[in-house]
C-alpha cells in the first residue's frame, strides 16, 4: 500500500528530517567535546597517580633504610608488662 504524499507534506518530512538530523550533530559535538574534557582530566589523574607512587616508593626505601642502619634506642623498647 503505497501512499502519494503531496509536496507540502513532503517538504515537511524533509524538515523534520533535517530538524532531527542538526538536533544529534549538536548532541554529537557535545558528547565528543565531553570526552575530550574526561581524556584531558584522565590524564593528569594517571600522572598525579604515577608521582604519588614514586613518592611513596621513596618513603619506603628511605624508611628501610633508616630501619636497617637504627639501633634500637631503650626508650622504643615496650616494658615487658605491656
Given amino acids: 500500500m503505497t501512499?502519494?504524499?503531496s509536496p507540502a507534506e513532503l517538504f515537511?518530512?524533509?524538515e523534520m528530517l533535517e530538524?532531527?538530523?542538526a538536533y544529534q550533530e549538536h548532541w554529537l559535538d557535545t558528547l565528543d567535546h565531553a570526552v575530550a574534557q574526561q581524556?584531558?582530566?584522565?590524564?593528569?589523574?594517571?600522572?598525579i597517580s604515577a608521582l604519588m607512587r614514586e613518592r611513596l616508593r621513596e618513603q619506603h626505601q628511605t624508611l628501610q633504610q633508616?630501619?636497617?642502619?637504627?639501633?634500637?634506642?631503650?626508650e622504643d623498647d615496650v616494658p615487658p608488662h605491656y
Fill in 3 to 5: 501512499q502519494t504524499l
Fill in 12 to 14: 515537511q518530512r524533509f
Fill in 19 to 21: 530538524t532531527h538530523l
Fill in 39 to 47: 581524556e584531558r582530566r584522565l590524564e593528569k589523574l594517571e600522572q
Fill in 66 to 74: 633508616s630501619d636497617s642502619a637504627a639501633t634500637p634506642r631503650p
